[in-house]
């Protein structure tokens, strides 16, 4: 059975910065590529950091400088760490661990981040 907890989420006032966190459990944690999404109401979902099991990063241009994505394998975490926060941030936000072996994607239950004033 795979899990995918994430935590973190809340409230922060625009600058502000906040660390989102993914526990992963049924997967060989090690070989997985791990994500985060986002997803805003009325918006389609999507990538703001990806990590492979190499330790290779990728962000898109929105988040680039601003967000962080790091990996524990030894604690089967993947962290979100978010600086300098604009409204524009706001959304839920989505762990998912890709598979390495064509199998569909594992998402997480989604934390909620509210940046507002």
């Known amino acids: 059975q795979v899990q995918l907890v994430e935590s973190g989420g809340g409230l922060v006032q625009p600058g502000g910065s906040l660390r989102l966190s993914c526990v992963a459990s049924g997967i060989r944690f090690r070989l997985y590529a791990m994500g985060w999404y986002r997803q805003a109401p009325g918006k389609q979902r999507e990538l703001v950091a990806r990590?492979?099991?190499?330790?290779?990063?990728n962000y898109p241009d929105s988040v680039k400088g601003r967000f962080t994505i790091s990996r524990d394998n030894a604690k089967n975490t993947v962290y979100l760490q978010m600086n300098s926060l604009a409204p524009e941030d706001t959304a839920v936000y989505f762990c998912n661990a890709e598979s390495p072996v064509g199998l569909p994607g594992s998402w997480g239950q989604g934390t909620q981040v509210t940046v507002s004033s």
């Open positions: 990590i492979d099991s190499g330790g290779n990063t």
